[in-house]
């Protein structure tokens, strides 16, 4: 099994900057892709950028130039670094883990609002 545990989220205003992190347990060796996705009320859940094992990472056209998402093994962490945040990047995010037999596993969630 493994647990996923998000910290950072809150509230800013728009243009501030936030960083999510998330600590990984538990079968870590079977994880490949990490992730974070957002889901916004009303709307369904949103992939926001991807990072593999190696270190090559995927972003959501949304918040190219302004997330950054890095991964340290060593620590089994995966951060969100959120900078010129807009009112439409509020929503909760999730930390996301891939294994290698193609399994998911999701964190609780953290809410990231951003006021005009």
């Known amino acids: 099994q493994v647990q996923l545990v998000e910290s950072g989220g809150g509230s800013v205003q728009a243009g501030g900057s936030l960083r999510l992190s998330c600590v990984v347990s538990?079968?870590?060796?079977?994880?490949?892709?990490m992730g974070w996705y957002r889901q916004a009320p009303g709307k369904q859940r949103e992939l926001v950028a991807v990072?593999?094992?190696?270190?090559?990472?995927n972003y959501a056209d949304s918040v190219k130039g302004r997330f950054t998402i890095s991964r340290d093994n060593s620590k089994n962490m995966v951060d969100l670094q959120m900078k010129s945040l807009k009112p439409e990047d509020t929503a909760v995010y999730y930390c996301n883990a891939l294994s290698f037999a193609r399994r998911e596993y999701w964190g609780q969630g953290t809410q990231v609002t951003v006021s005009s």
């Open positions: 990072i593999t094992r190696e270190g090559s990472t």
């Open positions: 538990g079968s870590i060796f079977s994880i490949t892709a």
